[in-house]
């Protein structure tokens, strides 16, 4: 105690050098970050396109973008809610299986039950696609599955399809084949946080358990799930908001049109749809509003996590 | 007795079977999809067309040529823009997330509390939030196509931030700084030679994913780069995929990708131990 006592005391003529340190950060923030983000708020009150040549505004319009993104009075837009929806969904699909595989692997890996070995290999494999190009590993699905891809191919070849199956041009497939990279592209990156989580707990815990008799079954539940909760809701809240911004699987999957009939439109690709050509910055600003709140929610979930952890 | 520990080890043997199964098969399902990606780069563009092989054919160095020579994309130069953006995103965001870190946990300012918890709050925004207002922004002062604008953003990087402030919380004693204050070192030598020194594991790690992840990046690159000489590979990539029907040759876009892909694969094969043991060392403290 007194020792810390010094040291803050001695410190405080260095207060300065403080702001140096932290000056660049919050600067470049500023600048790049901050107004942007200022500007786009501003923008969200204003329609701001461009329609061939001519720029169409600024002109304020007060709530006008946010009623159109709700569909509240205009035709021809889609209502935000479908691809709210979508996102949600589109990460569910991928999310659940992940969870529920990555959480299999992890008691696998730190089982000293089944004490698997080759741990350093598994984990390897199943963490890289993780730090494959989304963009790419999605174009190779796109070719995998096109009507004249090597997986219709196959089907036919085999005589399990008669006919080529468009894959990219139906709900189900599209929606299973996004879930599917997702799944493959997250699930190893999962399974090594909750492992990690695991490891973490004291182990006399599972040792006195097994003392005890119970049945691995009630371990699970009773130690091991409560225990592991905090990293659990923080991989978990973390995964969401990777989620909200899903953008490069299904864009290049459906060649940005969210393929068929916007069924696999994200909030992302959707915002992005406005930055194209119609340059629409009111819109895209009222869109980046609603993704702001959403994850400033989903943000306030994570920090309450993180600092009840460094408690 | 002796009958029960026998059941149970036929047990153990059984789940044993069933959970490497499962991993063998999951480990094939992540290896599988890179080697079809190989496999397709040896192809040509017929031979993708007419049907689906395990095997490598000859075309590979044709399929290169061809997509080295392409009008639309110029590999070389997509690949040096793509590493140039990597590799200062990379070093600026390292830098100084570790000198940010290092100023509100070393010194006492009035501001230090506030400015650590501000910058936990805005870890969890998506760059994609402040997209429009920066896409505006560049259109208004002609930063479009200009390299440097994708690069000086990361010196803000909040979950680096994050990330070296728990590692020096760990590693860091203040009465190293002290020390090196008594001998008299100034604040910014000893930032950078004594402190730099000791994150280094840290420093790696994040470099790491912050090259991976910008040489990855599709959203921002694609909004502001259009002309040739700046386009990064994610880019060119999606070029050559929407090339007309006549120029439209899949042997060279399965080349470009694989060529975009390799980088990573080498740095993470070299690297797989220290990047997994990354995943988890700053995500939570445990």
Request: proline share 4%.
């Amino acid at each position: 105690m007194e020792k810390k006592k010094n040291i803050q005391k001695k410190s405080i003529s260095y207060a300065k050098w403080g702001y140096i340190f932290i000056a660049p950060f919050f600067i470049i923030y500023a600048i790049f970050t901050l107004y942007p983000q200022l500007l786009t708020v501003y923008n969200s009150f204003f329609e701001y396109y461009r329609d061939g040549l001519t720029v169409i505004g600024p002109r304020f319009v007060g709530f006008e973008n946010y009623k159109t993104l709700f569909n509240l009075n205009s035709a021809g837009y889609v209502p935000i809610f479908k691809f709210l929806g979508n996102t949600i969904w589109l990460w569910v699909i991928g999310a659940l299986p992940q969870f529920v595989i990555a959480m299999m692997l992890a008691l696998f890996f730190t089982s000293t039950r089944l004490n698997i070995k080759g741990q350093q290999f598994f984990k390897t494999v199943i963490y890289m696609p993780n730090l494959i190009m989304a963009s790419a590993f999605s174009m190779l699905f796109f070719a995998l599955f096109s009507q004249v891809g090597p997986i219709n191919q196959l089907l036919i070849s085999s005589g399990m399809a008669s006919q080529p199956i468009n894959f990219l041009g139906m709900q189900v497939t599209v929606q299973s084949l996004i879930g599917l990279m997702n799944f493959l592209m997250w699930f190893g990156n999962t399974t090594i946080l909750l492992m990690a989580g695991i490891q973490g707990i004291d182990e006399s815990l599972f040792e006195s358990a097994r003392l005890d008799g119970s049945t691995s079954t009630q371990v699970f539940f009773n130690i091991t799930m409560p225990l592991l909760m905090p990293i659990f809701i923080y991989v978990f809240i973390t995964s969401m908001i990777g989620g909200i911004q899903m953008f490069d699987v299904p864009q290049v999957l459906t060649n940005g049109y969210g393929i068929p009939d916007n069924t696999s439109t994200t909030m992302i690709m959707y915002l992005n749809n406005f930055l194209g050509i119609s340059k629409n910055y009111g819109m895209a600003g009222a869109v980046s509003v609603l993704l702001f709140i959403i994850t400033a929610i989903l943000s306030s979930f994570v920090f309450k996590s993180i600092n009840s952890n460094n408690k | 007795m002796k009958d029960i520990n026998k059941s149970a080890q036929i047990k153990l043997t059984i789940s044993r079977i069933v959970v490497y199964a499962i991993l063998i098969f999951l480990s094939f399902l992540c290896l599988f999809f890179f080697y079809l990606m190989f496999i397709n780069s040896t192809r040509s563009h017929a031979q993708l067309q007419g049907g689906f092989t395990l095997i490598p054919s000859n075309n590979f160095f044709t399929n290169l040529k061809n997509a080295w020579n392409d009008s639309d994309i110029n590999i070389p130069v997509g690949m040096k823009n793509s590493f140039v953006v990597a590799l200062l995103s990379g070093l600026l965001t390292t830098y100084f997330s570790a000198l940010t870190a290092y100023g509100t946990y070393v010194y006492n300012f009035k501001l230090k509390k506030f400015a650590h918890l501000f910058i936990l709050a805005i870890m969890m925004i998506p760059s994609q939030v402040s997209a429009v207002g920066f896409i505006q922004l560049a259109f208004k002062y002609g930063l479009t196509n200009k390299l440097w604008v994708l690069i000086v953003p990361s010196i803000a990087a909040p979950a680096v931030y994050f990330y070296m402030r728990q590692y020096l919380e760990a590693t860091l004693p203040l009465e190293m700084v002290e020390a090196a204050r008594i001998d008299g070192a100034n604040e910014f030598k000893i930032f950078n030679q004594v402190v730099l020194p000791i994150m280094k594991p840290a420093i790696a790690v994040q470099m790491i994913f912050s090259f991976v992840g910008s040489w990855n990046n599709y959203f921002m690159p694609s909004l502001l780069l259009n002309k040739p000489n700046v386009k990064t590979v994610p880019v060119m990539i999606a070029t050559l995929r929407s090339a007309d029907y006549s120029k439209f040759d899949m042997g060279k876009v399965y080349m470009l990708m694989l060529m975009a892909i390799l980088p990573v694969m080498v740095i993470y094969v070299i690297l797989s131990k220290s990047i997994i043991k990354g995943v988890t060392s700053g995500s939570v403290k445990g």
